[in-house]
DNA sequence: TGACACGATCGAAACGTTTAGATTAGCGTT
DNA sequence: AACGCTAATCTAAACGTTTCGATCGTGTCA
């Protein structure tokens, strides 16, 4: 700026004034200093600028795993949220690990960004610090975080995992198998507890050794089926809490020579762009990817135009059971139906 | 700094050796120093760092579809690896469109980042005039450009369709639909060619009525096999160039009613995690994301280690056949096969 | 004891902006 | 002709670091 203000043979406070249009420069100058930023090629630093300002035009987004379909939908929506409202995102995934999260959450920080979204990861104690401190509004998406009272965005879990249990339970299912990962993640509690709740309603025993942990991975809900296929009373149906882990269910079943519907019903959370392509067409609870990150995205540009004080805002939105073909109804109920 | 400094009773100049360790200070000091970081609770401002030392310790990285599975592996890869080296991602999403890509790039070196990932868009001639005059590395991931001499990653792509086409055709095709995207880009200019080679190759006449050209979507896949297959001379096999036009060849045919591979054969560019566990398996050449990612990340902290001078590097990687179920052998050699 | 080297610390400039406040010129009023 | 007003422009400080060179004790050696 400094090269362009002594081309054009003024100072830099009207070259600034120019460029931001924050005073009236004559259009003479304007003119000469045009004529100079294009000679120089002259791009304003936005670091200086950042310095100066106070604010970075640039928020941080972190997701436990990018690769997760889900919460790819929810990153490219709320880029492209961002990116219309002419903020840059940063992205870091948290690899649903705590330290790392904490890490990456220290460097968005440093970095001056205006504002977080958090897909959190975890225990939220260690959030919740950071949080406090960091004087920035923060999101937090997918996952609630006791104690830490934010903005947040999130799905009825526990209703939406209950519809769908309720509906492998109509269809005669009695044995339901669950596979979930560590329920110190609100999604994770709540699913289970959409599970439980049905069950109950229905009037069912809950079997504890239906139920199975993993750590939201593929080969866990690979290990976790095949303990359930291999056991003497095995579930007429698998429902997986997520994604990733229900294709372990699929990989499992097939390689332990059952097929799925036929031998065994398979219903998971979280829908994908393929459901409906290949067979079996897996039945999903489909989530509101679009609306979720959009209203994510809303919650923080809120905030960041200016309106810092209101109280926190829970949104809840709701899933919706995407049936297919990969659940088949069961004893007199299937008896009925191909009559 | 200032205030850790007036606490601490020294001078800024002295916190900063101390927090850089740039210089020896004594233990007093130190201890001095340290309690008042942690009663003050300081953060270092990483921008005015950024403005002092001119390096962000941030790389931009635009890609045109986060949602295409190929590039969220890559981009997970590559934030991966800048993690480790300490830095952070600006991710883009340039939606194949020329004018937005643009504005991406511009915005990210508005930002001064560090250096630039891109999978680049449409012509080159516009990416040619930014790169040049962005005094930072770029280097050029999956698509080539001309005129860009600058490091880049791509895949052997006419070889890798080559092998693929070539394959269909040893199952006894003849007529094999292609689906691709606008050729301004290198890959589907280079997948093209391997198609038609591989046609040339066994001597098979290449029919442009089975080339149809798509805009990358899954719409396009649609459109275009709902074409082909309409016609009254329709192929027995269809290789799509790219995976989301895949999906719309999958519901094509489901849509008018056949089925594959029992009436048409089906194999794309891309394979996807699902692959092999639905049906049918598609049959896909796979990209050796982790290496691309790994690659290009490699190729740009090299540059950004310092290594500025070194010419620019072209690493071609090759591409691996996955061949599942869903082309089926033709005619006599389906009766040898099936005998 | 004086000169000197060395280690620890500090002062101040610099990075490239923005902006409050000062200055200047031009012009209409009285 | 002196005055005040407005519009255009400029000067200089500030944002929070890093770093060069200066300063100041302290201990060593001749």
Redesign the pocket.
């Known amino acids: ?2 090269h ?2 002594e081309a054009a ?12 249009g ?9 003119q000469r200093i045009e004529q100079a930023i294009r000679d120089i090629g ?8 950042s ?4 604010t970075t035009r640039t928020i941080g987004l972190t997701v436990p795993h990018i690769t997760n379909p889900f919460f790819t939908d929810v990153v490219s929506v709320i880029q492209q949220a961002f990116d219309r409202a002419g903020y840059a995102v940063m992205l870091c995934c948290t690899d649903e690990d705590l330290n790392t999260q904490d890490d990456q959450i220290r460097l968005l920080l440093d970095r001056m960004v205006d504002g977080l979204i958090v897909a959190r990861v975890g225990d939220g104690a260690i959030l919740k610090g950071i949080v406090d401190d960091a004087n920035v509004p923060v999101v937090l998406l997918d996952r609630i975080c006791e104690g830490v009272d934010t903005d947040t965005v999130v799905l009825d879990n526990q209703r939406a995992v209950f519809d769908a249990i309720t509906y492998l339970i109509n269809l005669g299912h009695r044995r339901i198998g669950y596979i979930t990962g560590t329920s110190d993640i609100s999604p994770m509690h709540d699913r289970m507890a959409g599970y439980r709740e049905a069950l109950h309603a229905a009037g069912l025993p809950i079997a504890e050794e239906l139920i199975r942990f993993g750590n939201f991975h593929e080969i866990d809900g690979y290990n976790a089926t095949m303990q359930m296929l291999s056991s003497h009373d095995r579930p007429s149906a698998i429902f997986s809490a997520n994604n990733p882990m229900v294709i372990g269910t699929m990989k499992a079943i097939r390689d332990i020579g059952l097929s799925c519907p036929e031998d065994i019903s398979v219903a998971c959370f979280d829908d994908f762009p393929w459901s409906d392509v290949f067979q079996p067409q897996l039945t999903t609870v489909a989530q509101p990817v679009q609306a979720i990150g959009e209203q994510a995205a809303n919650l923080l540009l809120d905030r960041l135009a200016g309106n810092r004080d209101a109280p926190p805002r829970k949104l809840v939105l709701k899933g919706r059971l995407m049936i297919r073909n990969s659940c088949r109804p069961l004893g007199a109920i299937a008896q009925s139906v191909s009559a």
Chains 1, 2 share one sequence.
């Open positions: 700026m400094l362009v203000a043979r003024v100072s830099v406070a009207t070259v600034s004034a120019l460029i931001n924050t005073a009236t420069v004559s259009p003479e100058l304007s002259y791009k304003r630093n936005a670091i200086a600028r310095l100066k300002m106070g």
